[in-house]
């Protein structure tokens, strides 16, 4: 099973600011098969990114992703209020069992 | 318009056995791939099973021979059977469709609470 180590646990930054975060996988992940969740209080959490940088639709695009091999980022440009969530990253490698991060929380500062 | 609705949820003692259902819609569930995603109360996402369109299926370690995913394709809907649940079960349980690819969809979500 691959594990998939977020960082930081918590950001706490103010709007108009840049938010990077981390995921590290405990082995190599085909970029095809890397994305990025966004959880909102209360509610099911919403693709933002596949593939490892491929915006999901509707997302805007101060959103983006990057990396490859063990380590990928989330990148947001410039937060927006509604940006503030629980972002997870999680790895489809086939025939195998599907895996999340543990989760990053972004707070407002 | 793509919509997964969960059901089955509710009150379960330890021990005791549970079907969740996901009627879904505006698309074919035997032509994805399909999952189920777990999530306990404050705690986050665990995808406990899921079954590819070719019929193969995988579970976590924590659920694997109490689970059992299942499709019923003339109804278009996925199962989740779940055995021998424990406290450790209680969760938000999500259905999923494509987990990982750009056409992934998520149900509302319906709650399983394991207490006696």
């Known amino acids: 099973e691959i594990v998939l180590t977020q960082s930081p646990g918590t950001l706490s930054l103010s709007p108009g600011e840049r938010a990077t975060l981390s995921c590290r996988a405990s082995q190599s992940v085909n970029r095809s098969y890397l994305a990025w969740y966004q959880q909102r209080p209360g509610q099911a959490p919403r693709l933002v990114i596949y593939a490892a940088y491929t915006r999901a639709t509707g997302i805007p695009d101060r959103f983006s992703g990057s990396g490859s091999g063990t380590d990928f980022t989330l990148t947001i440009s410039r937060l927006e209020p509604e940006d503030f969530a629980v972002y997870y990253c999680?790895?489809?490698?086939?025939?195998?069992?599907?895996?999340f991060g543990q989760g990053t929380k972004l707070e407002i500062k | 318009e793509v919509k997964l609705v969960e059901s089955g949820g509710g009150l379960i003692q330890p021990g005791g056995s549970l079907r969740l259902s996901c009627a879904a819609s505006g698309f074919t569930v035997a032509n994805n791939y399909m999952s189920w995603v777990r999530q306990a109360p404050g705690r986050g996402l665990e995808c406990v099973s899921l079954i590819y369109n070719t019929g193969t299926t995988y579970y976590a370690d924590s659920v694997r021979g109490r689970f059992a995913i299942s499709r019923d394709n003339p109804k278009n809907t996925l199962y989740l059977q779940m055995n021998s649940l424990t406290v450790d079960d209680t969760a938000t349980y999500y259905c999923t469709r494509g987990l990982g690819f750009g056409d992934n969809s998520w149900g509302q979500g319906t709650l399983v609470t394991v207490s006696s």
């Open positions: 999680q790895q489809s490698g086939p025939s195998s069992m599907y895996t």
